[in-house]
């Protein structure tokens, strides 16, 4: 189940995007990000879709790849597209039986926030299969190692995340694991309510908590032995150098920033 | 000239009660005099418990003894000064694959090391490079650690440990969670090293059959060093290791059976060609 997970994890092929600098993929999803919540109408949506194209294309990543890391997100979109549709009161009325009631802006308030989520996501999905933890890592460390006056330990936070993201399919495929392990004891997971389905749970992340704890201590151990000890004197082999490509690609981010600016101003009326 | 020296090496740790009260002492280590050579393949045999994984954590300063003194490469690990230094000479690989790879990819696990000491990037490339190649996995240079068997991560530790440019391997039971084939390919690459790049090897095990090879055989029972010597004259004192509990290669257990209901054969066979050997040569 936890296991075919795409979210988050480096997809390893060779392409202009993954040789970006780590710092423009960064600044540049969060660009993106940033675009999504300006924009207001459905040509700025159709800018921001042909953007997203244009760089999973040019990323090599198969866009199946990317709609196969949306499934953990469903419930989070489900969760949004009810609220909008049910809660967003206003003229006209599409459909009223009872309490319900069904409004032309709550609908397409509900659907603009679906696609916006799923731009979103597939966007800084992108980021994270494209770049692989450690080049987030020092991109992250690099780009915001300017808080470190402010005493923020820039390189230690890097470094959990980074390994936070190493962790994750192990630790998917223990839970895996464990969840067979109790269902062949007679646990039961899919039945029932959410209270007993959270309830059955319990018996699976008691087990997965101690094995990360414990592998935490391992790899503590691990590190220790192959001489880390924090961000002082580290060398990379990756040295971060801007190069041409992400001059281009900072200027495509300004460029597409100001289209969506402008699609603000046009109004086709939906 | 000897890498690494133990004098008289105690180690004690307590356990406490749920109310930090102490309620017992154990001597995980209890008096331990070691001299390894540089060069040598050694083989440190024990039971679960008997002190031989807090005997290699010492090697590595990851503990420090209450008693007694270690040298790493004439470096006493008291020495917090040489900390880095001796975790450098002395690499160290451990039981679970998984939980020593930081790196998602297996190139930056492998720099992983050399990075921590501030070795200049190119410098780092070129160790990377030669380390995965000396364990055979070169091809696997830029793919996610998540999809190789036990033993190829295992191999990957061990490049991450050689980028390091050790002069001393400590194997703190590496095959202890691979399956028969992974195991082989493990202490096959190890050997190679120890032959090509004369890396001393200490490794911790307890499969009497990856003890065959090594150079000088040390067997550990409550924290002491019971029995040691070359693997002929370790294996061929069954009575004693099967008084320690411990079995003996199932080659070498067959020819001491033989040996005494009769049949006329050498003292400490270890190899099955060897017994054949001495078998055709009966009559």
Redesign the interface.
């Given at each position: 189940m936890l296991k075919d997970m795409t979210l988050g994890q480096?997809y390893?092929v060779d392409s202009m995007v993954h040789r970006l600098d780590p710092r423009t993929k960064l600044a540049g999803t969060l660009l993106y990000i940033i675009s999504l919540f300006i924009t207001n109408n459905v040509v700025g949506y159709a800018i921001a879709f042909l953007f997203l194209c244009l760089c999973i294309g040019l990323s090599h990543v198969p866009p199946k790849y990317i709609l196969k890391g949306l499934k953990p997100v469903l419930v989070l979109m489900f969760i949004s597209v009810f609220f909008n549709l049910f809660f967003i009161k206003g003229e006209p009325v599409l459909f009223s039986w009872k309490f319900i009631t069904i409004t032309q802006p709550g609908l397409r308030q509900a659907i603009l926030m679906a696609v916006r989520l799923v731009f979103l996501i597939s966007g800084s999905a992108l980021m994270t299969y494209t770049t692989?933890?450690?080049a987030l890592t020092d991109g992250m460390e690099k780009g915001l190692g300017f808080l470190k006056v402010f005493k923020v330990p820039v390189h230690e936070i890097a470094m959990m995340m980074?390994?936070a993201?190493?962790f994750i399919?192990?630790l998917a495929e223990e839970a895996d694991k464990i969840q067979k392990a109790q269902m062949a004891r007679g646990a039961v997971f899919d039945e029932g309510n959410l209270i007993q389905r959270a309830k059955a749970l319990v018996p699976l992340l008691v087990p997965l908590f101690i094995s990360a704890f414990r592998?935490a201590t391992?790899?503590a151990?691990?590190?220790?032995?192959?001489?880390?000890?924090g961000g002082d004197?580290?060398?990379?082999?990756?040295?971060l150098k801007y190069g041409r490509n992400d001059m281009l690609v900072y200027t495509a981010f300004l460029a597409y920033l100001a289209l969506v600016f402008i699609s603000r101003k046009i109004s086709i009326g939906i | 000239m000897s890498i690494i020296r133990t004098d008289k090496l105690v180690f004690e740790y307590t356990r406490k009660d749920e109310e930090n009260n102490v309620t017992e002492t154990v001597r995980a280590i209890d008096g331990v005099d070691l001299d390894i050579e540089k060069g040598d393949f050694i083989a440190i045999l024990g039971r679960n418990g008997s002190g031989k994984s807090t005997l290699a954590k010492h090697i590595n300063a990851l503990l420090y003894p209450t008693g007694g003194t270690i040298w790493v490469g004439g470096m006493d690990t008291k020495d917090d000064a040489k900390l880095w230094d001796i975790r450098q000479t002395a690499g160290m690989i451990f039981q679970n694959p998984d939980n020593q790879m930081v790196a998602s990819v297996i190139e930056e696990d492998v720099g992983f090391g050399p990075e921590n000491m501030g070795v200049p990037t190119e410098e780092i490339w070129k160790r990377v490079a030669h380390s995965l190649e000396a364990v055979g996995m070169t091809a696997y240079a830029k793919k996610s650690p998540n999809h190789l068997s036990g033993g190829q991560k295992q191999r990957i530790g061990i490049a991450g440990v050689l980028a390091m440019r050790p002069q001393c391997i400590v194997m703190d039971e590496p095959t202890a969670m691979l399956d028969p084939i992974g195991r082989r390919e493990v202490i096959k690459t190890v050997h190679e090293l120890n032959k090509t790049e004369h890396i001393t090897v200490i490794l911790i095990t307890h499969y009497m059959e990856e003890a065959v090879d090594a150079d000088h055989v040390f067997v550990m029972e409550h924290g002491q060093v019971k029995l040691q010597g070359t693997p002929r004259e370790v294996f061929s004192r069954v009575d004693e290791l099967k008084a320690l509990n411990m079995s003996v290669p199932q080659v070498t257990e067959l020819a001491y059976e033989l040996k005494k209901s009769g049949v006329d054969i050498p003292d400490g066979i270890l190899k099955i060609e060897e017994l054949t050997e001495a078998l055709c040569h009966l009559n």
């Open positions: 480096y390893p692989t933890p450690t980074s390994i993201l190493r399919p192990i592998r391992d790899l151990m691990a590190m220790e032995a192959r001489c880390y000890h004197g580290r060398t990379k082999m990756h040295p | -």
